[in-house]
């Protein structure tokens, strides 16, 4: 069914938003069947059509960024997840979407996990994780409630 959205977007509206969306609906069902590498191929052009129309600091092309990290994280990608999220979209997330946003929260998540599951890290990078997943968990509480779903995840992320 994506397939056939994804065509018909393709036809009548190739330099539409729709057309992002559509790819991008389509890059998370191929993440959600198990096939990331497919995935990110789809989400690095999406993303780059992304910030050509819109800009590094629209709010859905960061969430696009965001979509990126989680297939790099997938594939064990640590050194490009930990650098296009540190250099390129947390500076951006904070800058257009705020420290608390949701999606701001979820890169610094997403960047603590790259820097924690990264066999090569040293004990200072283990510790800047385990920092940033502490400042993660104490606002997405304070945002959210300490019941929230992602700020419980957020916490078994950090134990």
């Known amino acids: 069914v994506l397939e056939a959205n994804l065509a018909l977007n393709r036809r009548y509206w190739s330099h539409d938003e729709n057309m992002l969306v559509a790819q991008n609906n389509y890059s998370i069902c191929l993440d959600d069947l198990g096939r990331p ?3 990110l191929v789809i989400y690095r052009a999406v993303y780059a059509k992304m910030v050509a129309n819109f800009g590094v600091s629209h709010e859905r092309t960061i969430h696009m960024g965001n979509n990126i990290a989680g297939s790099m994280l ?7 997840c930990k650098h296009f999220t540190r250099d390129q979209l ?4 904070r800058r257009s979407l ?4 949701n999606i701001t929260l979820g890169l610094g998540q997403n960047l603590a996990i790259a820097i924690e599951q990264d066999p090569e890290s040293t ?14 968990v104490r606002r997405r509480r304070l945002v959210f409630g300490p019941t929230h779903p992602d700020a419980v995840q957020a916490e078994r992320t950090l134990s």
């Open 37 to 39: 590498d497919e995935a």
């Open 90 to 93: 947390l500076p951006a997330a």
């Open 123 to 136: 004990r200072d990078d283990k510790l800047e994780a385990e920092t940033i997943m502490q400042d993660v």
């Open 74 to 80: 997938t594939l064990r990608l640590w050194d490009d």
């Open 98 to 101: 705020g420290p608390d946003h």
